[in-house]
């Protein structure tokens, strides 16, 4: 079983609409959670972090689960723009910090 | 741009050859991160520094790969005798707290 899982889609939806994704991690002692985004060709950026209280930047909603393991990206209003592949990136805390990315979810948002 | 910058961007060389990566972090980030991603999948880590040392090696770093970080400064991954299995995408980042910030990598291409 891989460490950080993701659908890699890709999900096709009209602008306007609100998309969701799902990532799951399978080590319980990850302490540090993120969503990256990457463009095609080009190098992941940061979107925004995700705090076991959630989080919210705009039209993006990050949640976690601890109990279940996983984390959540939700995208309202969804503009063209927002085509891009969304990494999930999961690490622990203390000691080395290896983050550990997913293989990304791909979102193409149609006019 | 994120203020890291990699060179080349782009390398075409024959199996057996070596290649010499180069990746200028942020100046006041301590640690800088190379990542290896192939298409379809998220960055892979190779291998980390905290200023001059080495503190991580991924398994996938196999004997042919060496990475160097002297002064602190820049650092140099080289592959040495390529096989087309490298072929791939060879990302740096540069890390404030826990936010990774990527150069724009390097596109390599084993024929």
């Known amino acids: 079983r891989k460490e950080v899982e993701q659908d890699p889609g890709p999900f096709n939806v009209p602008e306007g609409a609100t998309v969701a994704f799902n990532c799951t991690y399978s080590?319980?002692?990850?302490?540090?959670f993120f969503w990256y985004r990457q463009d095609c060709r080009k190098e992941p950026k940061l979107l925004m972090s995700?705090?076991?209280s959630g989080n919210e930047d705009g039209r993006f909603t990050a949640q976690l689960n601890r109990a279940s393991q996983y984390i959540s990206l939700l995208i309202r209003d969804s503009k063209l723009s927002d085509s891009a592949t969304y990494l999930c990136v999961v690490s622990t805390s203390g000691g080395s910090y290896i983050p550990t990315f997913g293989r990304g979810t791909s979102l193409i948002v149609h006019p | 741009d994120t203020g890291v910058s990699q060179d080349p961007r782009h390398k075409i060389t024959k199996r057996g050859q070596n290649v010499t990566f180069r990746c200028d972090p942020i100046s006041e980030h301590n640690r800088l991160y190379w990542y290896r991603q192939t298409l379809g999948q998220g960055p892979e880590f190779l291998t980390y520094?905290?200023?001059?040392?080495?503190?991580?090696k991924s398994r996938l770093l196999s004997d042919r790969f060496s990475a160097e970080r002297p002064k602190g400064s820049f650092s140099t991954l080289e592959i040495q005798r390529t096989e087309q299995g490298d072929s791939a995408m060879y990302l740096c980042?540069?890390?404030?707290?826990?936010?990774?910030?990527f150069g724009p990598g390097t596109r390599l291409l084993v024929l």
């Open positions: 080590n319980s002692a990850s302490q540090s």
């Open positions: 520094f905290q200023n001059e040392a080495q503190l991580e």
């Open positions: 995700v705090y076991s």
């Open positions: 980042a540069s890390i404030e707290g826990e936010t990774q910030y």
